[in-house]
Structures are given as structure tokens and as C-alpha cells.
């Protein structure tokens, strides 16, 4: 399985995922803030991913603490908390990742912990988030898989891939868990303006695994959906709100309205960190506005005139009567999604 993030005795290291797929990569990270800087930055992306490397890189920054006192340490423990939920909006899993470190150090704190004995739960902690991240999406995979039909022909958007996740992924792990099931199956993967995350990543972690993969633009979905050459379509989530609205790339939306116009199943696959029932509906989640420049250039190239305006929203979000299901690591859920949702938590 493909390496996203790791913890390892130097720091917490992750395959810079900006260089692939032309240069393997990999960035050591040596305190919290750096972490923070490589999640801002999308050396790592993906909200399952974004929520382990934050764990990490908490427990990174403790680690390197020199601080005595139980006040001390727990002010930059709070600190870090702070500089990590800064870093990208929209991923739920960032808050719910922190949320649970917080958690940790509530829970050994007023067991009289020392701050050397906290380090360690942290650490632990930062750990069984990226193992339960993998078994979750393993789980996906299983779930997902028996929705896939044999010889299907399966149209994602953004990655929703190993690279995205601890491993294995979530809309990916649908994938490769029909896979292992024995269904051969071929997947066309949307670009995914601005950032390429379909062209330069699923395309990569597809084809390495030796799965049939079509790159096309975005704009080329439509046509080949009315083509008939599309059978469903499978995509991750950053945050899915009470109601089953999914927040996901920009561009997930058109994409399920184009589904359902063409009667293709539209499937969002995601761990339970990605549901945030306290949120009741897509219209309260925070959308991410990135730099100007991811829109202006390709790598060096400049596109656009400069007197244009830019907008770069990163995220959109998909009502809920247009997601056929959202599969979790604990099964498959259905509309109504308010009730199957609280279900698919309890
Ligand atoms: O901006 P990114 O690359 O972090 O956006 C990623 C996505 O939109 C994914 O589909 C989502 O995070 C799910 S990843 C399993």
C-alpha cells in the first residue's frame, strides 16, 4: 500500500504530494508548526489524511516540548491545537482529529499525568487515529465494494485515494474493494481543476495498482455520461452535515447533477470522523477559498490575463437528494439520511 504519512522517530514524515506523480518525494516534518504549514500548503490533502497529520504533528510538538510546568505545557498544547485548526476549514476531520488530542490530554491530565507520561498518550493516540483510519477505510472497501456492479465503469472526482487517507482510501477503497472481490472494473478520473488532484494523484495511485484508468477533463463528464459509458460515480467527502449534504472538491456537485439527469447512482464514501452531525445542513459549512495562483498557473505557467478577477472556492457541496449513498466503515446509509446518519454514528 501506498505510504501518505508516518510517524517516525525524526518526525512525521508524508510523500509530498504536490511533486507527484513526477518526483517521489518525501517531506520529514520536524515540529508542529511545520506540520501545520505542510497541511495549509497540500503537501499532504485529503480530509481522513489532513485529520492523522494533525494528530501527528500535535503530538510531534509535545514531544519537542521543553516546558516543565503542567501550565506551561498545556498553553502550547493549546497553542498547537490552535495552529492546526487553522490550517484548511472544510475537512471535518481536521477538528475532529484535534478534538480527540484534546481529548487525550483532557483525560491524562486529571489522572495526574506528568508531561513526559502525556507525550506518550499522545503519541499513542496520533497512532490508533491512523490505524483505525486504515481499518475504516478497509471497511469502506468491503461496504462499497458489493455496491459496484461487474464490469462496471466508475467515474470519481478529486482523490479520494490512499494518498488521501492513512491508506487504501475512501471513494478509492470502494474502488479496490470491488476489485478484490473479483470485478473488473475501469475508472475514469475527472481532472480536477485547479489542483489536478485526479490527473496527478487517483491517475498515479490507480494505475500503479494496475487498474484501468482514463484521465478526462471535467468538462468532458456530461458527454460521456450521456455516451452511456458511465455506470456510477464514486467520490469522497470532506464534511457531510446531519442531512446527508456532502462537502466535497469543487466540481463534486455538477457532477451529481449529471448523474442523477442520467439515472448514474452518485455513492459518497467517507469515515465516520467526515460526518459532523452538528452541522444541520450545507449551507453552514465552511467552504475554503484558496490562493489566487492555484487558478492563475500551472506550475510556472501563467493562464490568465492579469487584470482578470479570481475566484478559487475549494470545495462545493452536493444537496442530499442527489446521493444515491453514503457509505461508511459501518455499513451503507440511505434517505432519509437525518435518521440514518444518527444510525450510522450511534
Ligand atoms: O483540497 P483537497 O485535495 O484536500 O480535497 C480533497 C477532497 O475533496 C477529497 O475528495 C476529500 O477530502 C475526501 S478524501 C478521502
Given at each position: 500500500m501506498l505510504p501518505t504519512v508516518d510517524w517516525t522517530a525524526d518526525g512525521v514524515v508524508m510523500i509530498d504530494q504536490r511533486k507527484l506523480p513526477g518526483a517521489e518525494v518525501y517531506?520529514?516534518?520536524?515540529?508542529?508548526?511545520?506540520?501545520?504549514?505542510?497541511?495549509?500548503?497540500?503537501?499532504?490533502?485529503?480530509?481522513?489524511?489532513?485529520?492523522?497529520?494533525?494528530?501527528?504533528?500535535?503530538?510531534?510538538?509535545?514531544?519537542?516540548?521543553?516546558?516543565?510546568?503542567?501550565?506551561?505545557?498545556?498553553?502550547?498544547?493549546?497553542?498547537a491545537c490552535d495552529l492546526m485548526a487553522s490550517t484548511r476549514p472544510t475537512a471535518v476531520n481536521l477538528f475532529w482529529a484535534i478534538d480527540r488530542m484534546k481529548r487525550c490530554f483532557g483525560a491524562a491530565a486529571r489522572a495526574g499525568a506528568s508531561a513526559d507520561e502525556i507525550k506518550v498518550r499522545l503519541e499513542a493516540e496520533a497512532r490508533a487515529i491512523h490505524d483505525e483510519d486504515v481499518a475504516a477505510c478497509r471497511a469502506i472497501g468491503r461496504f462499497g465494494g458489493e455496491l459496484v456492479p461487474e464490469r462496471a465503469r466508475i467515474l470519481t472526482h478529486c482523490n479520494a485515494g490512499a494518498l488521501a487517507t492513512a491508506g487504501y482510501g475512501t471513494a478509492l477503497g470502494v474502488i479496490r474493494g470491488a476489485v478484490e472481490l473479483g470485478r473488473q472494473v475501469s475508472v475514469f478520473a475527472d481532472e480536477t481543476r485547479p489542483f489536478l488532484q485526479g490527473a496527478r494523484l487517483t491517475a498515479w495511485e490507480l494505475t500503479h495498482d494496475g487498474i484501468d484508468t482514463t484521465v478526462i477533463t471535467d468538462n468532458m463528464a456530461a458527454t460521456f455520461m450521456r455516451q452511456g459509458l458511465i455506470d456510477l460515480v464514486v467520490v469522497g467527502a470532506d464534511r457531510i452535515a446531519a442531512n446527508g449534504d456532502v462537502a466535497n472538491k469543487v466540481g463534486t456537485y455538477g457532477v451529481a447533477v449529471l448523474a442523477r439527469e442520467h439515472g448514474i447512482p452518485f455513492y459518497v464514501a467517507a469515515p465516520s470522523s467526515t460526518l459532523d452531525l452538528a452541522t444541520p445542513s450545507g449551507a453552514e459549512i465552511p467552504i475554503e477559498e484558496r490562493p489566487e495562483r492555484e487558478v492563475?498557473?500551472?506550475?510556472?505557467?501563467?493562464?490568465?490575463?492579469?487584470?482578470?478577477?479570481?475566484?478559487?472556492?475549494?470545495?462545493?457541496?452536493?444537496?442530499?437528494?442527489?446521493?444515491?449513498?453514503?457509505?461508511?466503515?459501518?455499513?451503507?446509509?440511505?434517505?432519509?439520511?437525518?435518521?440514518?446518519?444518527?444510525q450510522a454514528t450511534a
Open positions: 517531506v520529514t516534518c520536524r515540529t508542529a508548526a511545520e506540520v501545520a504549514k505542510a497541511i495549509k500548503t497540500m503537501v499532504i490533502r485529503g480530509a481522513p489524511a489532513i485529520g492523522v497529520a494533525a494528530a501527528m504533528g500535535l503530538a510531534l510538538g509535545m514531544k519537542k516540548s521543553r516546558a516543565t510546568g503542567t501550565v506551561k505545557f498545556a498553553a502550547e498544547f493549546q497553542k492563475t498557473h500551472v506550475g510556472t505557467t501563467r493562464l490568465t490575463p492579469a487584470a482578470a478577477k479570481i475566484r478559487n472556492p475549494a470545495f462545493d457541496v452536493t444537496p442530499a437528494r442527489f446521493v444515491t449513498a453514503i457509505v461508511t466503515e459501518r455499513g451503507v446509509w440511505r434517505a432519509p439520511y437525518e435518521e440514518s446518519l444518527r
